[in-house]
């Protein structure tokens, strides 16, 4: 099962490649402490570093290189209607304390509203509505410098530091069932800390405590579009309507204005004239939503679709329509099995609120989570075999047509170098484990693809459930809209396991803030292990230490196989149709499992 070798300086390399990138950008390092300063007219000249040695192997440090500045674009008036295919829209929601899932990850895809910070194609943190950002040297004090003249949609006037802080503070900061609320609430709302409006367009974050510049970016203020987004929205708004009535019709500042939607059927959207980033090219946005993937292809073959959710297997017929093509993007979504109910806690710490479906009856979860017992050994081992059945480079070639490279841990899809060992099909000692454990005649198990737009998850999740009925499991395959089972997995109620897809990390250790205690939605499974590592990884404010701590973290939960169970990184394939053009080089790295960069499409 072990037989990768951990490759710690070219994982370095990518991380000081961002480092200096947000040295060049922001005026702030993670490499050396940074010095507090404002920002710069122009970007710095590059800047040459020292080699770096880490695990014995050296490497030629990157040299920093200023980012161009973005050419802008000519007046054109917004003409026409961009028709999208959504496979769930559910119900508009565009409020931060309010808005969950799926609607909060589809509507960022237009996006109607924006965040501080974004990740470009080319994996960089860049600023979105903060112009630029620098951290005091003790990488306790973050200073937010917003752009000016960024108005609000619906007549709400300009966006200023005060609608920040309350969308932060009064917003995601509350928001009972957001996935990053923990996070939101420790950078923004802190024990110790402090939030200061310095002027109209400058904030002061005090954390109260040294938090990593790599992971605070890429996964608390820098997930959008995604199914964690955040984003910043009118307060004048809120405080006029009330924030039920915001809402379903929230005063937001992107490229998109929402006008209409009907549940479950339709968003319409209008193009935002003179944004201060994008004037999209298109009049109107809408957003279809038609569940059956033959209802998306005939909608894209007759041309009432311009681009649509594709699964795989349809690229043959897209490549039948006359002017159509392909926009892809390598390794852009993790897949994995999460397994629920392994909810251990200290027995000092009793947890029972947050924990409702650990039950240490079922195989997969232990009695004892002390990692040397062997009740926790024999729950190991049927982790390891339900993830040693799973033939992946068969999904790969069939289902996915190529388009995928198996993984060893969700989250880590680019990351893979820094963890020892590896999965292989391997049935038959898949079948020894169970035995070992007890279970020679394996066990009743319930399994349901997470339906959150990657490509075949329910094909490869059914596949998956065949798979585990050839080593003797009794696989109960259901399905459900991710609206209904969500709140499962918040509740703690879900046991059972998931396919389930999010987007590839440039920066993978914060993720895992999502199998903690206090995770609002939380992967399956909790330990005193990660409750004790998480605070330290959140806090590795150098590079270095951050890669080690990674490195301890993949290994200890691929040995484990806790959940995060990998199974590949696949790429993301979207149809563009003929009356558009391609759009790859604005995409947002995010999040791919839906389409972004909308404002960007023009006119073929």
């Known amino acids: 099962m072990f037989n990768s070798s951990q490759n710690h300086g070219v994982y370095l390399l990518t991380f000081l490649l961002l480092c200096l990138f947000l040295l060049v950008a922001c005026g702030s390092s993670a490499t050396e402490a940074p010095q507090a300063a404002a920002p710069k007219a122009a970007a710095p000249k590059a800047e040459s570093k020292a080699p770096v040695k880490v695990a014995g192997v050296t490497k030629a440090a990157p040299t920093a290189k200023p980012a161009a500045a973005k050419a802008s674009a000519a007046k054109v008036k917004p003409a026409g209607t961009l028709t999208v295919g959504q496979k769930e829209l559910g119900t508009f929601q565009g409020h931060p304390a309010l808005a969950v899932n799926p609607a909060l990850f589809v509507q960022q895809t237009a996006p109607i509203s924006e965040g501080l910070v974004t990740i470009n194609i080319d994996k960089e943190v860049e600023g979105w509505l903060a112009e630029s950002w620098s ?5 306790k004090t973050w200073t937010f410098n917003l752009r000016k003249g960024v108005e609000f949609h619906k007549g709400y006037g300009e966006m200023t530091a005060a609608d920040v802080i309350y969308s932060y503070q009064e917003g995601w900061g509350v928001n009972p069932l957001h996935a990053r609320t923990p996070d939101f609430k420790g950078f923004w709302t802190a024990e110790g800390g402090s939030v200061t409006q310095v002027d109209d367009y400058t904030i002061d974050v005090h954390t109260g405590i040294a938090l990593s510049e790599l992971v605070t970016l890429e996964n608390w203020l820098a997930k959008t579009p995604s199914g964690s987004s955040n984003w910043v ?11 039920e009535a915001a809402n379903r019709d929230i005063s937001g500042t992107g490229p998109w ?3 209409e939607h009907r549940e479950n059927e339709f968003w319409r959207m209008a193009a935002v004239e003179d944004h201060w980033d994008q004037t999209p090219a298109f009049a109107e946005l809408i ?4 569940p059956e993937e033959s209802s998306r292809i005939a909608g894209f073959q007759t041309g009432t679709l311009d681009t649509f959710l594709m699964a795989f297997d349809s690229i043959p017929e897209i490549e039948k329509v006359e002017g159509a093509k392909l926009l892809s993007v390598s390794n852009a979504i993790d897949y994995a099995i999460n397994l629920y109910g392994g909810y251990y806690t ?3 710490k009793p947890d029972t609120e947050n924990r409702s479906s650990y039950d240490p009856e ?10 040397d017992s062997p009740e926790w050994e024999n729950a190991r081992k049927i982790r390891q075999a339900l993830g040693l059945a799973i033939d992946r480079d068969t999904i790969i070639e069939t289902l996915l047509r190529g388009f995928a490279d198996p993984i060893k841990l969700w989250f880590w899809g680019n990351h893979g170098s820094q963890i020892d060992g590896d999965w292989e099909y391997n049935p038959e000692r898949a079948k020894q484990l169970l035995s070992e454990a007890g279970y020679p005649d394996g066990f009743d198990i319930t399994l349901t693809p997470s339906l959150r737009g990657a490509p075949a998850e329910v094909e490869a999740c059914g596949a998956i459930a065949q798979m585990w009925g050839d080593i003797g499991l009794n696989v109960k395959l259901q399905s459900l809209p991710y609206s209904t089972l969500r709140p499962t997995m918040v509740a703690r109620t879900y046991q059972g396991a998931t396919c389930h897809a999010a987007g590839a990390r440039i920066v993978t250790v914060g993720a895992q803030n999502l199998i903690t205690e206090n995770a609002a939605w939380n992967a399956g499974a909790s330990h005193p292990w990660m409750e004790d590592i998480m605070p330290r990884i959140s806090s590795a404010v150098d590079p270095v230490d951050l890669v080690r701590l990674e490195s301890e973290l993949g290994n200890w939960l691929f040995d484990n196989a806790l959940t995060y169970i990998g199974l590949y990184s696949v790429g993301a394939v979207w149809p563009v149709g ?5 759009w790859k080089a604005d995409i947002k790295f995010t999040d791919l499992r839906n389409i972004n960069g909308y404002q960007y499409i023009k006119h073929r």
């Open 257 to 259: 204005s929402m006008e």
């Open 362 to 371: 079922v195989p997969w979860i232990s009695s004892d989570w002390h990692t």
């Open 135 to 139: 951290i005091s040297d003790d990488f």
């Open 287 to 290: 957003f279809k939503e038609i």
């Open 233 to 243: 929205v009118s307060k004048a708004q809120s405080d006029e309507i009330g924030l």
């Open 346 to 348: 200290e027995a000092s």
């Open 578 to 582: 003929p009356r558009i053009e391609e």
